[in-house]
């Protein structure tokens, strides 16, 4: 009988063999197939210039090495709880203001916060004469909050300033001395900061809740700055700082009261009795209203400086170090100007887009330069940067005063970081200051809703004299300014127009019934799609370029738009084109980034990606809301060639036809 054997029994391994041979080959294929799968969405896919403009901008990426964290500054809480007392040894304190009204501020603090030992940040208002709290809620558009203590830190939690501290991990600690004004946001309140003032049931009222406040926000003090108080309340001015001292002083917290450089309608040496210390804002010798001229001359600066050195002792001055400039524009008035602020970034934007050399003022060894607008008027601008923030620092060091503190985050050159933090700076840290890293600002020019970069940061560098006898800066060039982004705002037109934009889809719920609305109406739109929503719904996706609106890129995945690196961006857009492409069988040169709600990008790092973008060829519609004036009445006729001139914005998160 023939022995039995499993039917599968492969002595040889024939099968085997050839099974193996199977696997390998399909093996192979996949891998090729998918190599060739990441291949087609790494590289990109090629769009039509025709959108785009003729001149191919010079793009340069800027150089980030990776440095290590940066340590924080070392007894930040010594220096704070020194206010007010004579140091063992020369310890200066380093404060910075910040204002929540300028997005660079934020943008600043964020790269410096461990560079600094005090912040003081706006948070407090007193401008109702019945002395109660009142912030200013700049998310929600809302100016003289009235709030008690627990509601206005309920309320400020919620600001930008906070969320992102606590948003690291660890959360920023950072010592604080709120900022108590009388500015509402838009004006500083004089009558109702004297009514206040005047009032002793008032000054009770404030008095308590600014105590409260800043012992439930564990903040170290409170700074107040009231402005322009008139010579008839300088009295009662004084008596509200001394309750307030004492108050505060009871609850082991700090008092400093910011006051103009030599003006002798107050009394220096009472508030350094009073208070901790006294901040002594070194600046505006010249001013928005004045006639053009230096900000904080040296030789002005080390006066008012030694003159309120004879009432206060050195350990009670804070000293304010601006860092700004002022542009004066001639008016048809002869011989009036009228003046505004700028970021010393912004000033020296100015200066390279005129073409124009800033120049070294001798006598005030103060930086300034002129240039003559459009409408030909002449331009007078003064600045205050690092060169002349060391000159002053130099003084403070010689007086031995407690402190300084920057006027303010956000206005700042950034080649001043290096230097502040130095006493007794040596040759190596003055040359630091030859390198100017570009400030956070974005440029924006134009009145388009279209985004195009002109310019992407790059840093400057300065020479300069430096004097060793005085140890002052008796000179400096600007050999290259720094530049930031800088973005023009194309495609705007005087028409009354409106287009819809959708983003976020496509929405198996919302989206049919969003088209059904427009096909009603007869109404175009754009639908910037979300990749992986198109992969899901591609009918809807057929059905909106069907029914003759336009498809844009929204990124595959809406990721965190600022936290993805410039190899994912690029992917989530070429798997989203990929995915239109094989779709509709077109390409769309449209890419709007995935922000928050209604979020304009303010400042460097949120847009940092979008120049990749626009290399690869996409129109960038720009991300902003717009007020209801602007919105005109959709034209009926409005054909699909000039259907993209113009964009309006939508909100994030929902659809919804923009305002
Ligand atoms: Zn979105």
């Given at each position: 009988?023939?022995?039995?054997?499993?039917?599968?029994?492969?002595?040889?391994?024939?099968?085997?063999?050839?099974?193996?041979?199977?696997?390998?080959?399909?093996?192979?294929?996949?891998?090729?197939?998918?190599?060739?799968?990441?291949v087609?969405?790494?590289?990109?896919?090629?769009?039509?210039?025709?959108?785009?403009?003729?001149?191919k901008?010079?793009?340069?990426?800027?150089?980030?090495?990776?440095?290590?964290?940066?340590?924080?500054r070392?007894?930040?809480?010594?220096?704070?709880?020194?206010?007010?007392?004579?140091?063992?040894?020369?310890?200066?304190l380093?404060?910075?203001?910040?204002?929540?009204?300028?997005?660079?501020?934020?943008?600043?603090?964020?790269?410096?916060?461990?560079?600094?030992?005090?912040?003081?940040?706006?948070?407090?208002?007193?401008?109702?004469?019945?002395?109660?709290?009142?912030?200013?809620?700049?998310?929600?558009?809302?100016?003289?909050?009235?709030?008690?203590?627990?509601?206005?830190?309920?309320?400020?939690?919620?600001?930008?300033?906070?969320?992102?501290?606590?948003?690291l991990?660890?959360?920023?600690?950072?010592?604080?001395?709120?900022?108590?004004?009388?500015?509402?946001?838009?004006?500083?309140?004089?009558?109702?900061?004297?009514?206040?003032?005047?009032?002793?049931?008032?000054?009770?009222?404030?008095?308590?809740?600014?105590?409260?406040?800043?012992?439930?926000?564990?903040?170290?003090?409170?700074?107040?700055?009231?402005?322009?108080?008139?010579?008839?309340?300088?009295?009662?001015?004084?008596?509200?700082?001394?309750?307030?001292?004492?108050?505060?002083?009871?609850a082991?917290?700090?008092?400093?009261?910011?006051?103009?450089?030599?003006?002798?309608?107050?009394?220096?040496a009472?508030?350094?009795?009073?208070?901790?210390?006294?901040?002594?804002?070194?600046?505006?010798?010249?001013?928005?209203?004045?006639?053009?001229g230096?900000?904080a001359?040296?030789?002005?600066?080390?006066?008012?400086?030694?003159?309120?050195?004879?009432?206060?002792?050195?350990?009670?001055?804070?000293?304010?170090?601006?860092?700004?400039?002022?542009?004066?524009?001639?008016?048809?008035?002869?011989?009036?100007?009228?003046?505004?602020?700028?970021?010393?970034?912004?000033?020296l934007?100015?200066a390279?887009?005129?073409?124009?050399?800033?120049?070294?003022?001798?006598?005030?060894l103060?930086?300034?330069?002129?240039?003559s607008?459009?409408?030909?008027?002449?331009?007078?601008?003064?600045?205050?940067?690092?060169?002349?923030?060391?000159n002053?620092?130099?003084?403070?060091?010689?007086?031995?005063?407690?402190?300084?503190?920057?006027?303010?985050?956000?206005?700042?050159?950034?080649?001043?970081?290096?230097?502040?933090?130095?006493?007794?700076?040596?040759?190596?840290?003055?040359?630091?200051?030859?390198?100017?890293?570009?400030?956070?600002?974005?440029?924006?020019?134009?009145d388009?809703?279209?985004?195009?970069?002109?310019?992407?940061?790059?840093?400057?560098?300065?020479?300069?004299?430096?004097?060793?006898?005085?140890?002052?800066f008796?000179?400096e060039?600007?050999?290259?300014?720094?530049?930031?982004?800088?973005?023009?705002?194309?495609?705007g037109?005087k028409?009354?127009?409106?287009?819809?934009?959708?983003?976020?889809?496509?929405?198996?719920?919302?989206?049919?019934?969003?088209?059904?609305i427009?096909?009603?109406?007869?109404?175009?739109?754009?639908?910037?799609?979300?990749?992986?929503e198109?992969?899901?719904?591609?009918?809807?996706?057929?059905?909106?370029?069907?029914?003759?609106?336009?498809?844009?890129?929204?990124?595959?995945?809406?990721?965190?738009?600022?936290?993805?690196?410039?190899t994912?961006?690029?992917?989530q857009?070429?798997?989203?084109?990929?995915?239109?492409?094989?779709?509709?069988?077109?390409?769309?040169i449209?890419?709007r980034?995935?922000?928050?709600?209604?979020?304009?990008?303010?400042?460097?790092?949120?847009?940092?990606?979008?120049?990749?973008?626009?290399?690869?060829g996409?129109?960038?519609?720009?991300?902003?809301?717009?007020?209801l004036?602007?919105?005109?009445?959709?034209e009926?006729?409005?054909?699909?060639?000039?259907?993209q001139?113009?964009?309006?914005?939508?909100g994030?998160g929902?659809?919804?036809?923009a305002?």
């Open positions: 009988m023939k022995e039995r054997r499993p039917i599968f029994y492969d002595a040889e391994r024939v099968r085997w063999r050839r099974t193996r041979r199977v696997m390998e080959i399909t093996g192979v294929l996949l891998t090729l197939l998918l190599s060739y799968f990441f087609t969405i790494a590289a990109s896919v090629d769009l039509p210039a025709g959108f785009l403009l003729d001149v901008p010079p793009f340069h990426a800027l150089k980030t090495a990776k440095k290590k964290p940066a340590a924080i070392e007894g930040r809480k010594r220096r704070v709880a020194n206010i007010g007392k004579v140091p063992e040894s020369y310890d200066p380093r404060s910075a203001f910040y204002v929540s009204w300028d997005a660079n501020s934020l943008a600043s603090l964020k790269k410096h916060y461990k560079d600094i030992d005090l912040l003081i940040p706006e948070q407090l208002h007193g401008v109702t004469p019945d002395g109660a709290l009142t912030i200013v809620d700049y998310e929600h558009n809302q100016n003289t909050v009235k709030a008690t203590p627990t509601k206005a830190i309920a309320l400020l939690r919620e600001d930008k300033l906070h969320q992102w501290m606590r948003s991990n660890p959360p920023v600690e950072l010592p604080t001395m709120g900022l108590l004004d009388n500015y509402d946001g838009v004006v500083w309140r004089i009558d109702e900061m004297v009514a206040l003032l005047g009032n002793p049931a008032s000054r009770h009222n404030l008095v308590q809740n600014v105590v409260e406040y800043a012992v439930e926000a564990h903040q170290a003090g409170i700074v107040v700055d009231f402005e322009e108080i008139p010579d008839a309340s300088q009295a009662h001015f004084r008596q509200f700082a001394a309750e307030l001292a004492s108050a505060l002083h009871s082991s917290l700090k008092l400093m009261i910011a006051l103009p450089a030599r003006d002798d309608s107050y009394d220096y009472f508030f350094g009795k009073q208070c901790d210390a006294i901040i002594l804002m070194n600046y505006d010798q010249h001013w928005l209203t004045s006639p053009p230096p900000i001359a040296q030789d002005w600066f080390a006066e008012n400086l030694r003159q309120v050195r004879e009432d206060v002792p050195a350990q009670k001055i804070v000293v304010g170090i601006a860092n700004y400039a002022y542009d004066w524009g001639e008016t048809a008035k002869k011989g009036v100007w009228s003046g505004s602020e700028f970021s010393v970034q912004e000033a934007l100015h390279y887009e005129s073409e124009t050399d800033v120049e070294f003022d001798e006598a005030s103060n930086p300034h330069y002129s240039y607008d459009e409408q030909n008027h002449v331009h007078r601008v003064w600045m205050l940067d690092a060169v002349t923030a060391y002053q620092l130099r003084v403070c060091e010689r007086m031995g005063v407690q402190g300084t503190a920057l006027w303010r985050l956000g206005s700042s050159d950034s080649s001043l970081w290096p230097i502040w933090d130095t006493t007794r700076p040596d040759d190596a840290v003055r040359q630091k200051m030859t390198d100017i890293p570009p400030g956070p600002d974005l440029s924006l020019e134009g388009g809703d279209i985004w195009h970069f002109a310019d992407t940061p790059k840093a400057g560098r300065r020479s300069f004299t430096y004097e060793a006898v005085s140890d002052l008796t000179d060039t600007y050999e290259e300014y720094p530049l930031s982004y800088d973005i023009d705002q194309i495609g037109t028409e009354k127009k409106v287009a819809l934009s959708f983003d976020d889809g496509p929405d198996p719920r919302w989206t049919p019934k969003i088209l059904d427009l096909k009603e109406k007869n109404a175009p739109a754009v639908f910037f799609v979300v990749g992986a198109a992969n899901q719904h591609p009918d809807i996706l057929k059905r909106e370029y069907a029914e003759g609106h336009e498809v844009g890129n929204h990124t595959f995945t809406h990721p965190k738009f600022d936290e993805i690196s410039h994912e961006l690029k992917w857009l070429n798997l989203t084109e990929r995915l239109i492409e094989s779709t509709l069988g077109v390409k769309s449209l890419f980034p995935p922000y928050g709600i209604d979020h304009q990008p303010e400042y460097a790092e949120e847009v940092a990606q979008l120049p990749l973008a626009q290399d690869m996409y129109l960038i519609p720009a991300h902003r809301s717009r007020r004036e602007h919105a005109g009445r959709k009926p006729d409005a054909g699909k060639g000039n259907r001139q113009r964009f309006e914005t939508s994030e929902e659809h919804h036809p305002a």
